[in-house]
């Protein structure tokens, strides 16, 4: 029988991931919410942010810069990505970009194999090694930044959205494309800026996990389906949703590793998105459709 002190150990690890598993689902649905589609290069996006901040970290050993050049670097390849691969179609039906994201997904993974090559990188923790008693559990440091700096960014994020001139441009432009238009907002600059935004929500998920689970140049797909698995459990479009999918489906992951057997792991995330398609497709949180 499990202990007390184990389901807290297991709570503890599903909320780390589950944040993680947060930042990226919320890429997913500022996308989402743009553009009608399903972005399935924002894992590489994550995948990105690790390997250039342990690179900037190499050239520049502070920690505070890698983070930010790291978010930075992968900005401007969302921007740009937006910009050379998906504005220029004739023919942008959803289903036509959300194969060419596919294919991106693709060329990025195998162009960081070539900069990076097959290793795992390694990044310090943000504030040593030394692990933190609750009770009987422990939680390492990294774990609490991972927490503290995910809720932080959803706050910074609900504030953008909700206060300022250009989220609430974005949220419009969600709302209602042509409407938008009509009232003079710039579309495209608009569509452009959700997919820098995403993308720098997955580099910053990226370099957060580095320390826990070393930068790889294949980390992004596993965690990219995870992260779209999260989006749709709560609710694809949402930013709550998005929250609330991610948390679930880190703390399904822990105690299903720690009651069952750590082979289903990878499982219950897409056993979790089944249910959900099945008895709730708009989500959790997500409104009629």
């Not at 809720?151 to 909700?162: I, S, T």
């Not at 459990?233 to 703390?251: D, F, N």
Request: hydrophobic content about 55%; overall charge positive; some cysteine.
């Amino acid at each position: 029988m499990p202990t007390l002190s184990s389901l807290l150990q297991y709570f503890l690890s599903g909320l780390t991931n589950g944040a993680i598993y947060a930042l990226i689902a919320l890429g997913f649905g500022i996308i989402f919410n743009a553009t009608a589609i399903i972005n399935f290069a924002q894992g590489e996006m994550v995948m990105l942010g690790a390997l250039c901040a342990i690179s900037l970290y190499h050239l520049i050993p502070s920690l505070p810069l890698a983070f930010l050049g790291g978010v930075f670097l992968v900005s401007l390849v969302g921007l740009v990505f937006e910009r050379l691969a998906l504005r220029p179609v004739r023919d942008p039906a959803p289903i036509t970009l959300i194969i060419i994201t596919v294919g991106a997904a693709v060329f990025l993974k195998g162009l960081a194999m070539l900069l990076w090559g097959k290793e795992a990188y390694s990044l310090p923790s943000f504030s040593g090694n030394a692990p933190l008693y609750l009770g009987a559990a422990t939680i390492m440091p990294q774990n609490l930044w991972v927490l503290g700096l995910t809720a932080f960014l959803v706050l910074v994020l609900e504030a953008f959205f909700r206060l300022t001139l250009v989220g609430k441009a974005m949220r419009a432009t969600a709302y209602n494309l042509r409407a938008a238009r009509l009232v003079g907002i710039a579309v495209g600059r608009m569509v452009q800026l959700s997919f820098g935004l995403a993308a720098a929500l997955g580099a910053g998920a990226g370099i957060l996990i580095a320390p826990l689970t070393l930068g790889v140049y294949d980390m992004g797909t596993m965690l990219g389906l995870k992260g779209f698995s999260a989006a749709i459990i709560g609710g694809l479009g949402s930013l709550s949703g998005g929250v609330l999918g991610g948390l679930l489906l880190g703390l399904a992951e822990s105690f299903t590793s720690g009651l069952i057997s750590s082979s289903y792991r990878d499982a219950v995330a897409f056993l979790l998105l089944l249910l959900v398609l099945f008895l709730r497709p708009q989500g959790l949180m997500g409104g009629r459709r």
